[in-house]
Structures are given as structure tokens and as C-alpha cells.
């Protein structure tokens, strides 16, 4: 029993992670029609911030990690993204995995590719009983902290204004923008978000794994990128349900699976994602009126 | 006599080496209800594509209320007090119909919007009834009055209508052409592209066929049923010509 409860404990925490990584692309698909695989590099700059903060309060490393992300997600909008956003959808995702490398690359260039270990929030490694099942603090701390996320960018998206100039944004960009919805304003507060969404994530996964390396974004957002498109493309809540998913997924197969066949893990997944795609290509929840954007 | 609400003189408009309008030149009077008619592929769409700033004109000049609107962003141009229902409507499915009235007045910022979206439920009851749906299960005609509601919701001081009776049954478009004599009232001034004359005609002052993205003829409605040459100019045949 114990062990039925700590997997699914495990999965529900990797599937938020997903989730919110997932959403943070699929924010940025949905208003820019881009899929930004440079995503990954936010998460990678708020672990590096995280390291080149190590000794500080933990608050001001947060923080830092942070603004790093939001700060790189607006800049990289204002630089790579808004001078092509007239560009067909091809273009942008070429750039997007230009700006990817590069980002990588020059990470590489300054403080080198070995992953790096930093102990942080320790307190989150200890084990603590939950209903006489003992669970590691982190795996509750990410299913809270994940709910809470998605709970409240929910409530960005349905009760405030901008929310709401969001979501028309991603169902006909050029309707709302004849309506008088700002495409500056509406697209860099979803590149903010996806900050934010991005330094969430990388904080959890160093506190989890404790390393902190180039490609550790990366691997993620190609992971939540087939969660967003299984989701749907184009629809917020499909996008964090598909990353959801296939987080869930993966951590079930890992403990479902006989041992010899566990590193085949991620190709069971993308087989049931095929299948998916196969039957539902739209996704399992797709954007409705999804139109072109200007 | 007093300035014209919409001016355009020169007007061109083209897709790469394809001109679409050719040096129009339009001028809409304060509450005057104007109307382009002409065939598919006229450029009616294109004129009007123009007026909201969603494409840039190659050449000519549009001033709104004296105000040149050369260099401004799409976004701008609605804040202006110029207002379009486009061609197939364009609601936001997702949304609901509140929601959707809701971004109609996105670029105000007066205490009166709430006031101004309940009436708009008492002009439109149909609306008001389900103000909660979202706007994609609204049928044709219902999504064509939430379209219109939208526009009026910014206030404008020139409401563009394209194309509204397009895809809509007959009955539908008679209740349409209702609620936009009910909205001239309201001291609008409208500009509207219609492929269906005889519907424009009924409600116009002046009206212009356009055809191969040039006015052919232009006068009352009464002038051009009159006139021999209008089904010419309306498919854009040369009279005389062999």
C-alpha cells in the first residue's frame, strides 16, 4: 500500500512539473503561434543564478532565479522573436532552436559543461509522514506549489483583464488586436510568465536532483513539448493536462514496467503519444477557433 | 460645409505585385450611412482591411476627424472611435458572450462600461439570455448581433460593417438591417461593404460599386437603380467595349 500511494505521490509531482512547463510553452504558442524550445533555457538560467547565489539567503537566490528567467524570457522576445513575428511559423521555430543553442553554448562558454552540484533547500530531502506513508517534503512541496500555480495563473486568466486579453489574444490574435488589445504588452506579459513558470520549475528540479547543468532545460521542455501537443496546441488547459500526462505516465511505466524493460521507458510514452495523435491529431483538448495571428 | 468624418484620397492597397484597391478616394459624412457594393474579389474588404490599419496602404492618405492615420499600429486605430465588424464575424468562440462584450470596450477605460454592456443585453435580448454561454454556440445570426454589440462597445464614432448579411438566412438579415437603422439613430456613422445591393441600397445615402478595386459609380441609391450602366459596373465590364 505504501508503495501504491509514494508512486503515485511521485507521479503526480513529476506530472505538475511537466505541467507547468508545458504551460509555459503552451502560453507562448498561444499568443505567438511559436514553439519556444529556448524555454528550456529559462529553467537553465534561473539554476545557474541559483548556484552563482549559493550562500545568500535562500529568499534572495529565489528572487534572483527569478528575474534572471523573467528578465531572459523578455529579452530574448524583444530580441529574437518580436522582429520575425510577422514570420511564418517555420521561421519562428527555427529561431527559437537557434536561440536555444546559443544560449546553451555561450552558458558553455562561460562557466563550462559539467553539471555542477549545489545543496539547495535541503530541508525539502527530508522524509515526513503523511496518513503512516512516509513522503519526501519536495514531492508535497512540488504538488502544492504546482496547484497553486496553475490555480493562480487560472485566476490571471479568467478574472483579471489582462487574463482575459490573453485568452482572446490566443484564439484570433488579429481579432483582438482590431478590438484594441495591445500585441506588445499581451505578448511580453505572457514571456514574463512563462518566466515565472520557468523558474518554478528549475528551482524544484535543483532542489530535487541537486545538479545544476547546460541541457537540464532541454530535457524538459522536449518532454512537456509532446504534453502540449497531445494537450492540444493552442489550448492552455490541454497544454498543462498533456504535460500532466505524460509526467504521470512516465513515473507509472517506471514503476510498472519489469526491471529489463524500464529503460525503454520514454519509447513506451511516445508509442501511447502516437496513438493519441493518430486518433485525436488535434489533441485531446483542442484550441477552439484558432486562427491565424498577424 | 463641415469636414468630412472619413476622408481617403489615393488610396492603394497591395498584396505583393497584386493591387487590390486603386486610388480610391472616399469621404464619409457625420452620421451619413455609406455603402460599397461590387462583387467577390472587389477590393471591398481590402478598403476597409485598410481603414483599421490591419493592412498598410502602398500609397494615398485615410484621415479620421481631421487626424492623418498613416503609422498607426492596428491597436490604435479602434481608440480613434473607428469600429469593424469583419467579414465572418470573428467572436472568440472560447469566451463567453459577456466576456466577448467585455473586449469590445478594451480601449476605454470611463466607469460606464458595465452600464453600456447591460444595454446592450436590452438592444440585443438574445445576448442577454446568454451572456454566460460561450459565443461559439451561438448560431450564425446571434453571433452576427454579438459581433455588432462588440464594436458599439468601443464607443466608435464610424462603425465598418463587413459584409453582414453574408451566410445569414433571409429572415436573419432582415433583423441585421434592423438593428443597424435602429444604431443610425444613434448618430453612428456607418461604413458598410455589402455583395448584396438590393440590402444596401435600403439603408444607404450614398453608395459606391466598386470593382477591380476602383469606384465605378457612385450616388443615392435611388440615382444608380436608375442608372443603365450599374450592373456593368457592379461585374466590372466595360460598357462599349467590344
Known amino acids: 500500500m505504501d508503495r501504491i500511494v509514494q508512486t503515485l505521490v511521485d507521479a503526480v509531482s513529476v506530472g505538475g512539473l511537466y505541467a507547468l512547463t508545458a504551460l509555459g510553452i503552451g502560453l507562448i504558442f498561444g499568443v505567438m503561434r511559436l514553439i519556444n524550445f529556448a524555454h528550456g533555457e529559462l529553467i537553465m538560467i534561473a539554476g545557474y543564478t541559483l548556484i552563482l547565489l549559493f550562500g545568500q539567503p535562500i529568499a534572495v537566490a529565489m528572487i534572483g532565479a527569478f528575474v534572471a528567467a523573467i528578465v531572459l524570457a523578455l529579452v530574448t522576445e524583444r530580441v529574437a522573436f518580436r522582429p520575425l513575428r510577422n514570420a511564418d511559423p517555420a521561421t519562428l521555430l527555427i529561431s527559437s532552436f537557434a536561440l536555444s543553442f546559443f544560449l546553451q553554448k555561450t552558458l558553455i562558454l562561460l562557466v563550462g559543461s559539467r553539471p555542477k552540484g549545489i545543496d539547495f533547500l535541503p530541508v525539502l530531502g527530508r522524509q515526513i509522514d503523511v496518513l503512516g506513508v512516509r513522503l519526501q517534503s519536495l514531492q508535497i512541496v512540488t504538488i502544492v506549489v504546482s496547484i497553486a500555480l496553475l490555480g493562480g495563473l487560472t485566476w490571471f486568466l479568467r478574472a483579471t483583464r489582462f487574463g482575459l486579453q490573453m485568452r482572446a489574444a490566443a484564439e484570433d490574435f488579429r481579432m483582438a488586436r482590431v478590438l484594441g488589445v495591445r500585441a506588445n504588452r499581451v505578448i511580453a506579459i505572457a514571456f514574463a510568465i512563462s518566466g515565472i513558470l520557468a523558474a518554478t520549475v528549475s528551482c524544484l528540479v535543483v532542489a530535487q536532483t541537486g545538479i545544476v547543468q547546460p541541457r537540464m532545460g532541454l530535457q524538459l521542455v522536449i518532454i512537456a513539448f509532446v504534453g502540449t501537443v497531445i494537450g492540444g496546441l493552442g489550448s492552455l488547459s490541454g497544454a498543462a493536462i498533456g504535460g500532466f500526462l505524460v509526467g504521470v505516465a512516465t513515473i507509472l511505466l517506471q514503476a510498472l514496467l519489469p526491471p529489463d524493460l524500464r529503460v525503454f521507458r520514454e519509447a513506451f510514452v511516445f508509442v501511447a503519444v502516437t496513438l493519441i495523435l493518430l486518433f485525436r491529431p488535434q489533441g485531446l483538448f483542442p484550441a477552439r477557433g484558432l486562427r491565424e495571428r498577424i | ?242
Open chain 2, 1 to 242: 460645409m463641415s469636414a468630412p468624418l472619413l476622408r481617403i484620397s489615393g488610396l492603394v492597397v497591395l498584396y505583393g505585385a497584386i493591387a487590390a484597391v486603386r486610388s480610391v478616394d472616399l469621404d464619409v459624412a457625420r452620421g451619413e450611412v455609406v455603402a460599397i457594393v461590387g462583387p467577390n474579389g472587389a477590393g471591398k474588404t481590402s478598403l476597409l482591411s485598410a481603414i483599421a490599419g490591419i493592412v498598410r496602404p502602398a500609397g494615398g492618405e485615410i484621415a479620421f476627424a481631421g487626424r492623418r492615420l498613416g503609422g498607426l499600429v492596428l491597436e490604435d486605430v479602434v481608440k480613434q472611435g473607428i469600429a469593424l465588424v469583419p467579414e465572418g464575424r470573428h467572436i472568440f468562440a472560447s469566451l463567453t458572450v459577456a466576456e466577448n462584450l467585455a473586449l469590445g470596450a478594451t480601449v476605454r477605460s470611463d466607469g460606464e462600461i458595465g452600464a453600456d454592456i447591460d444595454r446592450s443585453y436590452e438592444t440585443f435580448p438574445i445576448l442577454g439570455s446568454r451572456r454566460r454561454q460561450p459565443a461559439g454556440q451561438l448560431s450564425g445570426g446571434e453571433q452576427q448581433q454579438l459581433a455588432i454589440a462588440r464594436a458599439l462597445l468601443s464607443r466608435p464614432k464610424l462603425l465598418m460593417l463587413d459584409e453582414p448579411s453574408l451566410g445569414l438566412a433571409p429572415t436573419i438579415v432582415d433583423q441585421v438591417y434592423l438593428l443597424l437603422r435602429a444604431i443610425r439613430e444613434q448618430d453612428v456613422t456607418i461604413l458598410l461593404v455589402e455583395q448584396n445591393a438590393e440590402r444596401a441600397f435600403a439603408i444607404a445615402d450614398r453608395v459606391h460599386v466598386m470593382s477591380g478595386g476602383q469606384f465605378r459609380l457612385s450616388g443615392t441609391p435611388a440615382e444608380l437603380q436608375r442608372d443603365p450602366e450599374f450592373d456593368a459596373a457592379y461585374f466590372g465590364i466595360r460598357m462599349g467595349a467590344a
